[in-house]
């Protein structure tokens, strides 16, 4: 990887297998917890890495079948990120803050998925509430029916 990047004057301290590598526990940089590595089975490209990454089970198919291997599953992962937002990020009212902003359109549309993952979203009740406070207005609302109706009408 140094020598692909170009870097000059490095030197190798150690050397770990994957064996090694994967025991490695490292602390998240955002909230108070710790993860591991895990080899990327086939869709890592480690010619230019070390060919393993942290998994986000509930972002994509890859990542969903390496967690259920290492036995990290979906309701984990995104109960965390969920309840890292509410205790980290989450300003409120509105998640910016005192204004209403296209952070709380994603906020609700990412919420409406929760219970198809398997999280109670009333582990997290700022977000709870505000999923309601923003599905009683009136665009949101509107915006629900008309893809309700369009769901229906393609099926």
């Not at 995104?78 to 998640?95: H, K, S």
């Amino acid at each position: 990887m140094a020598e692909q990047s170009r870097w000059e004057n490095y030197e190798i301290v150690r050397t770990l297998d994957a064996d090694h590598l994967k025991q490695i526990e490292y602390r998240h940089p955002f909230c108070n917890r710790t993860g591991h590595l895990y080899a990327g089975d086939n869709f890592v490209e480690n010619s230019t890495g070390t060919g393993f990454v942290h998994i986000a089970p509930g972002h994509g198919a890859d990542d969903y079948v390496l967690g259920t291997a290492n036995g990290i599953e979906v309701p984990q992962t995104v109960g965390e990120c969920f309840a890292l937002i509410e205790r980290e990020m989450f300003a409120g009212p509105w998640v910016m803050g005192k204004d209403y902003t296209v952070c709380d359109g994603y906020l609700y549309t990412l919420s409406q998925w929760l219970s198809g993952d398997g999280v109670d979203i009333g582990k997290t009740p700022k977000i709870a509430e505000h999923f309601q406070r923003v599905g009683e207005r009136p665009a949101v609302r509107k915006a629900v029916a008309d893809e309700t109706r369009e769901l229906k009408s393609a099926a």
